[in-house]
């Protein structure tokens, strides 16, 4: 494998800050590590008797895109403008690089009051409870009651509440209808349909029309949906990640993702990488103009890709169904992102009152809408609904994975040194299959040990 143009060696960046400096919660002054750590609990027993009547100051952090950071920003006014007494200071970005800057916030006991995590951060950081509060403890400021107990369960860690989900979600495939009528095709709903698209776009349309694309993070999630769909089992325990599946089995997923690949599917990653670098698919030009015809994505980025492409595709964008690779339905649904409470918040009953208007109240929840997903709990959702919040690609999408899906997710699949753009075991694992040209017995290994490296136990 050509290291010097991989995309794994030039995105090999720090995503790490300094914390120096950071300020406390409630407007008090830094202090970092086991200090903070120990000083919190009889804080945060203080605060939760009761909202002070004294000025407070929240931070709170999330990443997202422009959509995100406006609606978090219109309903933290909401909010202020209820409770006058409570300023909520925002820090928010991209996702490129957050997880990081968040795990040197957690090391060093100066994450936000309020902070939007992955589900398996709960894991990652705060696997024995260490790094958010129970929110059992705060249930007189924040409805528990509006979520299913499914739901409450998969962010329920060390006997602890350590979030609330935002919403559920999943991946589904997106499709250009205006390009797929140019080739004269439908769109694909089986393996076969699928192989057969590839060979008619390239013999239609040309050789630089594909009518899918992914990234290595997304071929290894369609890796995982065709295996399970295959074989009818978890790719692991969803408690212990033990991995349910042989090295025989994995190799023949990797080639099926290269028979994609070789198929005229989807593009060779180095050819995609030399037209544009690292930019994320719903930017590049081939997506935007419709050369790229398809996506495999999570059902709440449905308007993130709408709205990428162009006047001459626009309309086109659909919502297609799930492919039927096997006798079973592959693919997993999961917690798309929870909001939870540090241990270092000094003021842990305002921050639970924070989190209950933005997700459970008709002003903040009609506010967020669905730029989260579509609203987990239930009283968001009926309020979001009403305020004609809801983006109809959205819900529509989320319905059919939730409506398809049955499969678990275990906690390390989206570890961080697994799926990292750039640098992650997955990344190299599909960068040596597409700039080496090798099969899936010539990887497998090195997937399996990476696995095995973030503690999966392999059979």
């Known amino acids: 494998m050509s290291k ?3 995309r794994r060696d030039f995105l090999k960046v720090s995503g790490a800050v300094g914390a120096a400096g950071l300020l406390a919660a409630c407007g008090g002054s830094g202090n970092a590590g086991s200090t903070a750590t120990s000083t919190a609990a009889s804080s945060a027993a203080a605060s939760v008797a009761g ?11 999330w990443w997202g895109g422009e959509s995100r950071h406006n609606a978090y920003q219109e ?15 925002p820090t928010f970005a991209a996702w490129s690089g957050w997880e990081d800057t968040m795990s040197t916030k957690f090391a060093g006991g100066v994450a936000e009051d309020v902070c939007q995590i992955n589900w398996n951060w709960l894991y990652n950081y705060s696997k024995n409870g260490q790094t958010f509060i129970d929110l059992n403890s705060v249930s007189e400021y924040l409805d ?8 409450l369960a998969a962010c329920n860690v060390a006997n602890s509440q350590q979030c609330v989900p935002v919403a559920m979600t999943g991946r589904i495939f997106y499709w250009n209808k205006t390009t797929f009528d140019k080739a004269g095709i439908s769109f694909p709903t089986t393996l076969d349909e699928l192989m057969a698209a590839g060979k008619t776009f390239q013999e239609k349309l040309g050789d630089d029309y594909y009518p899918l694309h992914l990234g290595a993070y ?30 025989d089995e994995i190799a023949e997923g990797i080639d099926f993702i290269k028979s994609l690949v070789d198929g005229h599917v989807m593009m060779n990653l180095k050819t995609y990488y030399s037209a544009n670098s690292d930019t994320a698919t719903h930017q590049s030009n081939e997506w935007i103009t419709g050369k ?3 996506i495999f994505e999570w059902d709440s980025a449905a308007s993130k890709y709408s709205s990428a492409l162009d ?15 096997g006798d079973n339905n592959g693919g997993f649904s999961k917690v798309s992102m929870g909001l939870a409470i540090t241990k270092t918040s000094k003021c842990v009953a305002e921050a639970a009152t924070l989190i209950n208007f933005l997700l459970n109240e008709e002003k903040g929840a009609s506010i967020m809408g669905s730029e989260c997903g579509i609203p987990a709990s239930k009283a968001g959702l009926a309020a979001a609904q009403a305020a004609g919040a809801v983006k109809d690609l959205v819900a529509e999408a989320n319905a059919k994975v939730m409506a398809f899906t049955t499969n678990k997710l275990d906690p390390l699949f989206e570890n961080n040194d697994l799926k990292a753009s750039g640098t992650g075991i997955y990344q190299e694992v599909f960068d040596t299959v597409d700039y080496d040209g090798v099969a899936g017995a ?18």
């Open 4 to 6: 010097a143009i991989s």
């Open 311 to 325: 006047d001459a595709n626009k309309d086109g964008f659909t919502v297609g169904e799930e492919i039927k690779f």
């Open 51 to 61: 909202l002070s009547s004294d000025p407070v100051t929240l931070t709170m952090s």
């Open 442 to 459: 010539d990887v497998v290994d090195t997937l399996l040990d990476g696995m095995e490296s973030v503690g999966y136990t392999i059979g």
């Open 144 to 151: 528990l009651t509006q979520w299913d107990e499914a739901k």
């Open 292 to 294: 790229i015809a398809g």
């Open 75 to 89: 309903a933290i006014k909401a909010f202020s403008a209820e409770h006058s007494t409570i300023t909520v200071n």
């Open 218 to 247: 997304d071929r290894m999630i369609l890796m995982v949906f065709y295996l399970e769909s295959k074989y009818g089992k978890d790719w692991a325990d969803p408690v212990t990640s033990t991995l349910n599946y042989t090295e």
